[in-house]
């Protein structure tokens, strides 16, 4: 078993073909108490499909310390159940070096996908031009945005996309704002997952969507999570451009990945960001 410990992910065995139409079970007291932190109201839950692993599934792959787990199901832009899901992690003991140990799970040798929850109507906004459309970090964070009825997109992580992934869609003409958590602008492995969200939006350029990041701060999300934060101050948010001088140095790294993923160590990127920082100073 193969360990990710840079997006908490496990890489195990592979999921039985039958996983997808074993019947619901019921929510762990604490799966469904972490649900609720997030906002989720029981219709969201209960559309989405969301419940608590069967023990007798759970024992088939082998989690250290893992007691129970939330599964995420995964689904079609046509809203049938997608062959790809997640596994939330939940421990036995809590431990403070959580970044050492995986936090989700999800079957191995199948490509990551878009989580698209089934409370939305994703055909209609894939041929909606004039419909914002978000893509943010976190099946949670998703499933909260769209119970607002604001479309948005969840990636299991930065990196958790595939080119592959991204052809549910016909970007061409659609106008998409990535949403990274506001650690993305303010820590080394923030940088990391600004990165990934701004190959993504590359990517999404390339496919003649027209991309823009929005800036959150940490007083952003202790007002709540996207779904409530875009009704009462999204518009209050910084949004740049893919060009942006505040993405001049993403700007140089780009053409050197995915040859050099880890931005830190792309000199160029160092550079770049002086060089816009020092620009900014100018024009101000």
Known sequence: MHIKTKDYDIQGQNLPDTFASRPLADLHPAALADLRRSGLSTDTIDRCGLHSVPHADLKMFHFPGVEHALRFPYYNIDGTVSAFERWKLFYRIYRTDRGTRPEYWQPEGRAPQLFLPPIIDWQTIAGNPSQPLLITEGEEQSLHACQFDVPTIGIAGAWQWQRSSLDVF??????????????????????????????????????????????????????????????????????????????????????????????DKCADWHQAKTQAAKTQGERS
């Not at 998409?176 to 940088?191: D, H, I, M, Q, Y």
Request: aromatic share 12%; hydrophobic share 35%; with cysteine.
């Open 170 to 263: 016909s970007w061409n003409g659609l106008r998409v704002e990535l949403v990274p958590n506001s650690r993305a602008w303010r820590t080394k492995r923030g940088r990391e997952s600004l990165a990934g969200f701004y190959a993504l939006g590359m990517a999404l350029k390339g496919r003649g969507a027209m991309v823009r990041f929005v800036r959150l701060t940490s007083w952003h999300e202790q007002l709540g999570n996207i779904g409530r934060l875009y009704q009462e101050n999204f518009d209050h948010c910084q949004r740049y451009d893919l060009d942006s001088l505040h993405l001049a140095g993403l700007g140089v790294w780009h053409p050197t990945w995915p040859r050099q993923r880890e931005i």
